[in-house]
């Protein structure tokens, strides 16, 4: 059997009417133990109030009931450690901001079953991996695509998951990336005041605002819907404009699945080598050169980076915040751009 912490605590004045509220309400900070977690261990009858077993989430509880929980210590992940080699930009026994690489899948999936920043965390951690949602994995807060490099932060600890998970779902981590696209958004660009769900804010920032959902009929992408779907936000602003080109600085105020590369695409700014919603653009040899063509026609990905990375440290309170240079790709196709 595996080894049980025993977590025991007295439901304080005025509960939630539900069992599992009042629960994640009035269970000690230091268990970190998230809403869901506790709904699995309810479900488990890991959970006892005033001594008995009690598995109805929805069942009520008075003051003053004493409850325990009884915790399994953290199993094994069922994923296999890597020694993929990993560029470390922070770590601490909380968390650990990594500077992916292009290429690289975050987790583990029917395409991508190994080889994952997920396989080389478990290695690269080690026994520092105290469990999130009861196994020894790393918790994944964020994820970006395979073929997008840059930063992105991933708990070791349920305490940090939490943490973290709840600052990305209010939108109060920073996000900035760099991306290469088509085109160079214009305030002045009569088509773009056209262009359903997109503004400009004040400093000519272009705003793009739509639902998110599938693909009706392409289940692998996303596409722009006013009707149904996810809430999205994305800002951009042009950094460095060139004829038909621009670099762009992109903020997230949500996180959808492919977001920045959706919604670009929507504006009728699709990013140089995006080989899904990139369509069959392609740069003027007589405009940018024979090299920007070249590059640009072989770039073999999405020209996007997740430069940088803000968030408060779940555990220290202390604000932190992250930079990534330019990876050699898109700085190689920025320097023909430029001439």
């Given amino acids: 059997?595996?080894?049980?912490?025993?977590?025991?605590?007295?439901?304080a004045e005025d509960p939630p009417a539900r069992l599992d509220k009042a629960l994640a309400r009035d269970v000690p900070e230091e268990a970190a133990l998230s809403r869901s977690r506790i709904a699995?261990?309810?479900a488990e009858g890991?959970?006892?109030?005033?001594?008995?077993?009690?598995?109805d989430a929805k069942a009520a509880v008075a003051a003053g009931a004493v409850v325990e929980i009884a915790v399994?210590?953290?199993?094994?992940?069922?994923?296999?450690?890597?020694?993929?080699p990993l560029e470390v930009v922070w770590e601490d026994d909380d968390l650990i901001v990594i500077d992916k690489p292009a290429g690289m899948v975050v987790h583990p999936a029917p395409g991508s079953p190994d080889g994952t920043l997920v396989n080389a965390l478990i290695?690269?951690?080690?026994?520092?991996?105290?469990?999130?949602?009861?196994a020894k994995r790393p918790g994944i807060v964020h994820r970006i695509d395979k073929d997008t490099s840059g930063l992105l932060v991933v708990a070791k600890t349920d305490r940090a998951h939490q943490g973290l998970a709840i600052q990305f779902e209010k939108h109060s981590a920073e996000r900035h990336y760099f991306a290469l696209c088509h085109g160079v958004p214009d305030p002045n660009d009569p088509r773009l005041r056209g262009v359903k769900g997109a503004s400009f804010e004040t400093g000519s920032v272009l705003k793009i605002q739509t639902l998110l959902g599938r693909h009706r009929t392409d289940r692998q992408r996303q596409a722009v819907s006013f009707e149904q779907g996810r809430h999205a936000v994305t800002r951009a602003k042009v950094i460095e404009a060139f004829a038909g080109a621009a670099l762009v600085e992109c903020r997230l105020e949500t996180g959808r699945t492919h977001q920045i590369r959706v919604h670009?695409?929507?504006?009728?700014?699709a990013l140089i080598g995006d080989p899904v919603y990139g369509g069959r653009r392609k740069l003027s040899e007589k405009t940018h050169g024979a090299r920007a063509v070249t590059l640009a026609a072989?770039?073999?990905?999405?020209?996007?980076?997740?430069?940088?990375?803000?968030?408060?440290?779940?555990?220290?309170?202390?604000?932190?915040?992250f930079d990534s240079p330019m990876p050699p790709d898109m700085a190689e196709l920025l320097s023909a751009l430029r001439g």
Avoid at 301 to 319: C, D, I, N, Y
């Fill in 1 to 11: 059997m595996a080894d049980l912490s025993i977590i025991r605590f007295t439901i």
């Fill in 40 to 42: 699995k261990l309810l």
């Fill in 46 to 55: 890991a959970v006892t109030v005033e001594g008995a077993v009690a598995t």
């Fill in 72 to 84: 399994p210590q953290a199993a094994e992940s069922h994923m296999e450690p890597e020694a993929i």
């Fill in 123 to 134: 290695h690269h951690c080690g026994d520092s991996l105290s469990g999130v949602g009861g």
């Fill in 264 to 269: 670009m695409a929507h504006a009728g700014h």
């Fill in 298 to 321: 072989n770039f073999g990905r999405q020209a996007l980076h997740a430069a940088s990375l803000g968030f408060t440290h779940p555990a220290t309170g202390e604000k932190l915040r």
